[in-house]
T-cell receptor, first 107, second 113 residues
Framework: KNEVEQSPQNLTAQEGEFITINCSYS?????LHWLQQHPGGGIVSLFM???GKKKHGRLIATINIQEKHSSLHITASHPRDSAVYIC?????????FGAGTRLTVKP | DTAVSQTPKYLVTQMGNDKSIKCEQN?????MYWYKQDSKKFLKIMFS???????INETVPNRFSPKSPDKAHLNLHINSLELGDSAVYFC????????????FGPGTRLTVL
């Protein structure tokens, strides 16, 4: 079993829908990252979290350290949000990645 | 200005050759990383460098060696290339190892024939 599990693996939504992507992990961490990989392959770091909640535009990321769980929310989704979203957990000695969630937003 | 750049973008080579991928960041960051993304799109960290010191060295073959001539550069040298080395390699940097978002390079697609 992977130490970082994401769900769902694939997600299709209509434009305007509220999106939630979940990440659960089984190791102790110092921080959690949410990354976005565009269809062209480029990777953008969206958030780095160690507690609580962060918001940037239409994106919101939350983390619950006790439950070892994080969520990435996208409000008012748009076709340009279509990408693979990757959760990664960071410890002082290692970094582990989830398999990614492929999001497709249809107009 | 590109924050994190990698060269080359594509690299096709024969098995057994030695090759290098260069990475440069102009963000003034202290930490740089190398990642490998395999054909199944799974990312894995290979190395992390902070102030010229190797912090993380995942269980990668010793054919792979990171070299940092200065804080702004972290090059990846690969000796005796194997078919299984074919992947996309991403360089990244962050303000420090302890915190901060990472900024990724565009990736280098390595194909070993």
């Amino acid at each position: 079993k992977n130490e970082v599990e994401q769900s769902p693996q694939n997600l299709t939504a209509q434009e305007g829908e509220f999106i939630t992507i979940n990440c659960s992990y089984s190791v102790g961490i110092s921080a959690l990252h949410w990354l976005q990989q565009h269809p062209g392959g480029g990777i953008v770091s969206l958030f780095m979290l160690s507690s609580g909640k962060k918001k940037h535009g239409r994106l919101i990321a939350t983390i619950n350290i006790q439950e070892k769980h994080s969520s990435l929310h996208i409000t008012a989704s748009h076709p340009r949000d279509s990408a693979v979203y990757i959760c990664a957990v960071d410890s002082s000695h290692d970094m582990r990645f989830g398999a990614g969630t492929r999001l497709t937003v249809k107009p | 200005d590109t924050a994190v750049s990698q060269t080359p973008k594509y690299l096709v080579t024969q098995m057994g050759n030695d090759k290098s991928i260069k990475c440069e960041q102009n963000l003034g960051h202290d930490t740089m990383y190398w990642y490998k993304q395999d054909s199944k799109k799974f990312l894995k960290i290979m190395f992390s460098y902070n102030n010229k010191e190797l912090i993380i060295n995942e269980t990668v073959p010793n054919r792979f060696s990171p070299k940092s001539p200065d804080k702004a550069h972290l090059n990846l040298h690969i000796n005796s290339l194997e078919l299984g080395d074919s992947a996309v390699y991403f360089c990244a940097s962050s303000q420090s190892r302890a915190g901060g978002r990472q900024f990724f390079g565009p990736g280098t697609r390595l194909t070993v024939l």
